[in-house]
């Protein structure tokens, strides 16, 4: 875990050469990020967090991990009204993506230099306007029905290399395998720097709403860097099961968010760490 400061320097926080298993990342990983967050926030500037991943694991849910640990057996937007604690206002006890940017980056893409796809896609959706299109290349409708597979050695490169620069590719679906696996690796062997899909199993007959909003959501955002409040405000009314049925939102939303405009990972120049914002 590290700190990096405008994609060039970095401070070493934590680091675990063992490693744990996927489930246990939340738990373990809580001490060390709030740390984190403690000194890269600063002033009125909260940080934003990038979880570098391999593909596999694109599906973890950083976005609703928290800073604090809930009460046993709840979850986001759970708990009892009259909980007589609940006067006590701890903005670390909030999942992290209701608060903050949580986005994911390819582990193994940024460990090399850009190639000129990506740099040319990222240019592309940095200038806007976004363009929805789908990760499988198939219509919208047609969502990922059972049995979707890929076929052939590039079944969906063909469809991703051809869209236009500032295309978004969105996926109904989980990325981490199947499917949604070999779509997101050739949607990153084409350069595609912005990615959205589902991580939720849910059933296939919600993938037309998802689309809906996706698309919304990527007309509001207008350009890369505009995504970050509309994910944020989606991810706090899917929270709420009242307000996510009134408005007809769907889905656990996952956002690949990944610049090429970085020095590769882990070849930063390092410094040592700031002072911790007052409070934490």
């Known amino acids: 875990m590290q700190l990096v400061y405008g994609g060039r320097d970095v401070t070493p926080v934590d680091g675990d ?58 979850g986001a937007g759970e708990g009892d009204e009259d909980d007589e604690d609940d006067d006590f206002v701890d903005e670390r006890a909030l999942p992290l993506g209701m608060r903050r940017t949580v986005v994911v980056r390819e582990v193994r893409r940024n460990g090399l230099p850009p190639s000129p796809e990506w740099r040319r896609r990222w240019k ?3 200038r806007g306007p976004l363009a929805h299109q ?11 029905p ?18 236009s620069d500032a295309s978004v ?15 997101m690796r050739d949607a990153l062997r084409s350069g595609h720097s912005v ?22 959501l990527l007309g ?28 007809g939102l769907r889905g656990k939303i996952a956002v690949l968010f990944d610049p090429p405009d970085r020095s590769p990972y882990g070849t930063e120049s390092m410094r040592p760490p700031p002072l911790a914002a007052p409070g934490g």
């Open 17 to 74: 050469d063992l490693g744990v298993r996927a489930e246990e990342l939340a738990r373990v990983l809580r001490e060390p990020l709030a740390r984190a967050l403690s000194q890269g926030d600063h002033g009125e500037h909260l940080a934003a967090i990038e979880v570098f991943l391999p593909r596999k694991l694109f599906d973890l849910p950083v976005d609703e991990w928290q800073l604090l640990p809930g009460p046993a057996g709840a």
């Open 134 to 144: 789908t990760l499988h290349g198939r219509p919208a409708a047609e969502g990922h």
């Open 220 to 247: 509001l955002a207008g350009h890369a860097d505009g995504l970050h409040g509309p994910i944020r405000d989606l991810r706090i009314r899917l929270a709420d099961p009242d307000t996510a049925r009134a408005h």
């Open 169 to 183: 590719p969105v996926y109904c679906g989980p990325v981490g395998s199947g499917e949604g696996y070999a779509a």
């Open 195 to 216: 990615v959205l899909w589902r991580r939720d199993q849910h059933d296939h007959g919600e993938c037309g709403d998802f689309h809906r909003q996706a698309a919304a």
């Open 124 to 126: 592309g959706v940095r």
């Open 146 to 163: 059972p049995g979707a597979g890929a076929g052939g050695k590039y079944p969906y490169y063909g469809a991703l290399s051809a869209m």
